[in-house]
């Protein structure tokens, strides 16, 4: 009888444990290869970041994730073959050259992940592509609608799925083994991260500590700070390279209400988890027009481009010291507050009138929980050409100041006040404009 040959693709699903796709390989194949790729810079992100690699704070996350992992696959007799290559190149050459006959990965909100198994499928039409969403709250199959009949608003969508059943899955303990004289791997380097340990085993970690604290009952008071560790619950790195599921979360905080109770603020945890569940649904609606400057619209922003401009951004040396601030945390941590997220965005859009396209390029770089279908979704709702019907959204960034800030210790922590230079000494192809007729 032909050995059942599997290839599992971890991508934004780093775990062992409450891995539904993962347990159902074990049932499944005779033999596993375990493969990784690193996140490549495509043209269109070095293009729109204007940088030419993931940004130091978010690269080592990534590292300590894929490392834990690796450990916890080589503690069940198992390998995780890790390249730093295009991943079609790679998944293509293992079914080749090992007989592939299975092939496992998340059902992706991502359109660049999705084309490699569709391309994949194209090459080897004998070979069985099994796709399921391991990184979210509920199963396409489970969703009271299809996903053309997906609700245009967060709202419509909540009200139909917050009483759906949420559980976790099975725990593995055994892995098959890989096939025999595996191909040699990419080692990870030794790493750190300022703000958080990359890993499975730690995400479980925090997450289990910030249910024995009482921090969850206040949340909702203190979720638009714009510093400090506890003022939210910090899941989002490891939910976004899918060291932690949702589903997980969700039942440690079912655990917490009944042993703590239940009020807003715990509600309010969900209804986050809700929103990131809808943009990922939302992501795989919508596809390419995710990164589309109009976004779902018929009528593009009236924003252009002015590349002084957006490096003044990127480098927090705007006239605006609280997005300065902000900026230079980004960069330093790579971490953001909610609430900074939202008015550095609304900040690029409103003042200085640049394309969205590039603030969320370059997010994309730099923060350790970056999600493609939040952080793409989340710009295009500021910009008004996303999934809200109030258009979009601009904040007074002198009020937001006073009331999350009214005393500039943020500000003066992150120096943000440091380095103000005027946004228009150059036009929008950086020719000064002091020597434009009339300025002499």
């Not at 891995?19 to 729109?48: F, G, I, K």
């Not at 957006?310 to 953001?336: D, R, S």
């Not at 000494?425 to 950086?430: F, G, L």
């Amino acid at each position: 009888m032909k050995q059942k040959v599997g290839l599992y693709w971890f991508t934004c699903d780093l775990r062992i444990q409450d891995n539904t796709l993962l347990w159902q390989a074990n049932c499944e194949v005779d033999s596993l290869l375990c493969v990784y790729c690193l996140p490549q810079m495509d043209r269109y992100l070095v293009r729109y970041s204007q940088e030419q690699s993931l940004g130091s704070e978010r690269l080592a996350f990534l590292q300590q994730s894929v490392a834990c992992l690796s450990q916890s696959l080589e503690n069940m007799g198992q390998k995780l073959l890790v390249f730093d290559d295009r991943p079609l190149d790679v998944l293509n050459r293992f079914i080749q050259d090992y007989g592939v006959t299975h092939f496992y990965c998340d059902l992706f909100s991502g359109v660049n992940e999705q084309s490699v198994v569709d391309r994949l499928s194209q090459l080897h039409s004998d070979l069985t592509c099994i796709q399921e969403p391991v990184n979210t709250l509920f199963s396409q199959r489970l969703l009271p609608f299809t996903l053309g009949e997906l609700p245009s608003t967060f709202t419509q969508f909540r009200k139909q799925v917050e009483h759906l059943p949420i559980g976790v899955d099975s725990s593995l303990s055994a892995l098959p083994e890989p096939p025999a004289q595996v191909i040699s791997t990419l080692n990870m380097e030794e790493v750190s991260c300022q703000l958080f340990a990359g890993g499975e085993t730690p995400g479980l970690a925090h997450c289990s500590g910030y249910f024995a604290t009482p921090l969850a009952s206040h949340y909702k008071q203190t979720r638009n700070e714009l510093d400090g560790f506890d003022f939210s619950t910090k899941f989002s790195p490891w939910l976004a390279v899918g060291c932690l599921s949702p589903k997980r979360i969700f039942v440690l905080l079912q655990e917490y209400e009944q042993r703590e109770g239940a009020n807003d603020s715990t509600y309010w945890i969900f209804f986050e988890l809700l929103w990131r569940e809808y943009f990922h649904w939302y992501g795989k609606q919508w596809g390419r027009s995710l990164f589309k400057f109009s976004g779902l619209k018929d009528a593009a922003p009236l924003t252009s481009f002015y590349s002084y401009r957006f490096q003044q951004w990127k480098h927090g040396e705007t006239q605006y010291p609280i997005v300065n601030a902000c900026m230079k945390q980004l960069k330093a941590t790579g971490y953001m507050s909610n609430r900074g997220r939202q008015l550095v965005a609304s900040c690029l859009i409103h003042e200085l009138g640049l394309d969205w396209r590039y603030g969320a390029a370059y997010f994309e770089t730099q923060l350790v929980d970056y999600d493609v279908a939040s952080n793409w979704g989340n710009w295009q709702y500021l910009a008004g050409v996303g999934a809200d019907p109030r258009g979009s959204r601009h904040f007074n960034l002198a009020k937001q100041t006073e009331m999350y800030d009214p005393d500039k210790v943020f500000i003066e922590r992150w120096h943000g006040n440091k380095a103000i230079t005027p946004s228009d000494h150059v036009d929008m192809v950086d020719w000064p404009l002091s020597c434009l007729k009339g300025d002499e």
